[in-house]
């Protein structure tokens, strides 16, 4: 249906099909939230309306600022009203039964608002399974997520940067700034940072993005993110092949670049708690510029070892070794990693052995090539990446 500037139109809280006599929007709680002269906004702004009646229990009354097509199942966003919205809805707790089931290794929480919601997550999975839980991620979209980024931070397991509801309730001018800061406080952590939404949203139509898509995409990179997202363009575009090529080439284009990941490497801290494992990861990536090593291997069983390295972005190949079963799934998220499982050896020269047969059988490696082991020793001390071992195939 179509929206015309200046119309009014009733919006019901109670679900019924949308036509001319008004609209659906599946929040029962509105009316009594919402205040007269707030904004609603839907499909990523591309509507806007402003609320001019409020019926209890039944709906309001809006007038259409900017006008369009209205479609079925678009997002609607209502940046001046606070909701009483908890993060999980009844479908995420269905979907998380799911999710669980199939052993997914992310989950990504929607509307995060403070660290709470994260620690609410946890306390669900661990009601659900006592196994090996998915990683998770804070889909940071919304102004009070923003606020509260920090404490966010510290509990979760990675960051998403959701533009697309972001860029609704926050002032557009803004969002660089705050894409910028969050990649920047990200990167200390090790921990992944996602930047998605809208990156060549012309290629849901166009078989070419645009200059500011391209300039969008090859900033990401240069700020230090760890991985691009595309959804429109792949869920419902005319060109998603055509659109992961594109981002490909950009990115593999920018990563030529040094400069990319030594602002990177300079934004990591010094010392951390594992101030040893840290600094041999730190070492064996300057060791790997220095002598043009092929490879860095690391064998662990937590993953720590995989995202710290991961984080130092070195110029050699990164190949993780691992005996738990579930990791090297999960670590396909990292920046630049390779990880395979291999069964637990039970002394640490025979890991290098079998980790060098690995790579030759693979042909990653040839004779010759330079490369940089990391590993606990003895191999029973897990959690302590405590050596680091220089060889030549």
């Known amino acids: 249906m179509f929206l015309n500037e200046g119309e009014e139109i009733n919006i019901s809280c109670h679900k019924k099909i949308s036509d001319e006599s008004g609209i659906y929007i599946n929040h029962p709680n509105l009316p009594s939230e919402a205040k007269i002269g707030e904004a609603i906004l839907i499909n990523d702004g591309k509507l806007k309306l402003r ?13 259409v600022e900017i006008g369009g097509i209205l479609s079925s199942r678009k997002g609607v966003n209502l940046p001046d009203t606070c909701l009483n919205v908890k993060s999980m ?11 669980l089931q199939h052993q997914f290794e992310w989950l990504a929480l929607s509307f995060v608002r403070t660290a709470d919601d994260i620690s609410e997550l946890r306390k669900e999975i661990a009601k659900i399974t006592k196994k090996q839980s998915p990683a998770i991620i804070a889909k940071i979209e919304k102004p009070e997520a923003v606020k509260n980024f920090d404490s966010i931070l510290r509990v979760c397991d990675g960051i998403m940067i959701a ?20 990649i920047h406080k990200t990167i200390p952590t090790a921990k992944p940072v996602i ?26 990179v ?21 659109s992961v090529e594109t981002m490909q080439r950009v990115i ?20 951390t708690e594992r101030f040893i494992t840290d600094t041999l990861i730190q070492n064996a990536t300057q060791l790997a510029t220095e002598t043009s090593a092929k490879a860095i291997t690391a064998y662990t069983h937590t993953g720590y070892t995989a995202f710290r390295l991961a984080a130092h972005r070195p110029k050699a190949r ?76």
């Open 51 to 63: 609320i001019t009646s409020i019926y209890p229990n039944e709906g309001l009354k809006a007038m």
């Open 89 to 99: 809805t009844d479908k995420d707790h269905k979907d998380l039964a799911f999710i």
């Open 163 to 182: 533009r697309g509801d972001l860029g609704v309730e926050v002032p557009f001018e803004l969002l660089p700034v705050i894409q910028k800061s969050i």
């Open 195 to 220: 930047v998605a939404t809208q990156m060549l949203e012309g290629m849901m139509i166009n078989t070419t993005p645009s200059r500011a898509e391209i300039n969008d995409v090859a900033n990401s």
């Open 222 to 242: 240069m700020d230090g993110a760890d991985a691009l997202m595309l959804s429109g363009e792949t869920a419902t575009g005319l060109h998603p092949i055509e």
């Open 252 to 271: 593999n284009r920018i990563e030529l670049s040094g400069e990319v990941n030594q602002n990177r490497r300079d934004a990591l801290p010094g010392t």
């Open 318 to 393: 990164i190949f993780i070794f691992t005996d738990n079963p579930w990791l090297p799934s999960r670590l396909k998220l990292l920046w630049g990693v390779e990880a395979l499982f291999l069964p637990k050896p039970s002394k640490t020269v025979d890991y290098t052995e079998m980790m060098r047969q690995a790579l030759t059988r693979n042909r990653w490696l040839d004779k010759g090539d330079v490369v940089i082991h990391l590993a606990s020793f003895p191999l029973s001390a897990k959690g302590k990446t405590n050596m680091l071992y220089l060889a030549s195939v």
